[in-house]
């Protein structure tokens, strides 16, 4: 499989799995049909848009390319069809949304290289379509983005690019660096929810209670 197929496969695959924790996060919200939509396309494209623009991929393959809508759509028909069956999983939201990072991380780099950006633009570029959509879910759905929290959800993003730029850089890309990449980035992400590994924090002085004045 080519570079290009392979960033398609992934892109979709990624698109789907984004839309879909999308959908669901909507749902649990009770939010209507356009509401559930406009969530998952948002959570689905957002990133790569944002990746597009910063490349000079204009317009946006998430803005011209049909088959992104009909990815999303197809994962909000999935959501509301089968919901009761999706409801099953664990945290559901949680676990297509680390699928979906380590699969935009992955394809997020790879699209970068292929219009040529250099290692440390890629790296950045990945991440970004990676956690883009989570943020724009967070920020519609009114909760604090997972990034700006402890949890270990950008760095996860930012591990599965590392290791598929470096292996391209290095001339080690084969059929292979992508799906490690995404199995760390994905393996990163799950274990630390099961485990609670979380990032440290840092108690500011101001927090404390003022001393009082005489």
């Not at 959570?43 to 393959?61: Q, S």
């Not at 197809?74 to 949680?94: E, F, I, M």
């Not at 780099?109 to 440390?120: D, V």
């Not at 950045?124 to 990676?130: Q, S, Y």
Request: hydrophobic share 50%; proline share 4%; net charge neutral.
């Amino acid at each position: 499989m080519n570079g290009h197929t392979l960033f398609a496969v992934l892109d979709l695959t990624g698109t789907f799995a984004f839309a879909l924790s999308g959908a669901v996060a909507a749902k649990q919200r009770n939010l209507d049909l356009f509401g559930i939509v406009v969530i998952a396309y948002s959570v689905a494209c957002g990133g790569g848009i944002v990746r597009d623009l910063c490349i000079g991929a204009i317009p946006p393959a998430g803005l011209a390319n049909w088959r992104y809508l009909l990815v999303a759509l197809t994962a909000v028909a999935v959501t509301l069809g089968a919901y009761s069956q999706v409801q099953r999983l664990k945290q559901p939201v949680l676990l297509f949304d680390a699928v979906g990072l380590g699969l935009f991380a992955v394809s997020g780099a790879q699209k970068a290289l292929l219009h040529g950006c250099n290692a440390e633009v890629a790296i950045l570029l990945g991440t970004t379509t990676a956690v883009g959509g989570g943020v724009i879910r967070d920020v519609l759905l009114t909760r604090v983005p997972v990034i700006l929290q402890r949890e270990i959800y950008a760095s996860a993003a930012l591990a599965g690019a590392v290791i598929e730029v470096g292996a391209s850089s290095l001339g080690w890309g084969t059929d292979w660096s992508p799906w490690i990449a995404m199995a760390v980035c994905f393996g990163l992400r799950y274990f630390s929810l099961q485990y609670h590994w979380n990032l440290p924090t840092y108690a500011g002085t101001s927090a404390a209670k003022p001393p009082s004045v005489d």
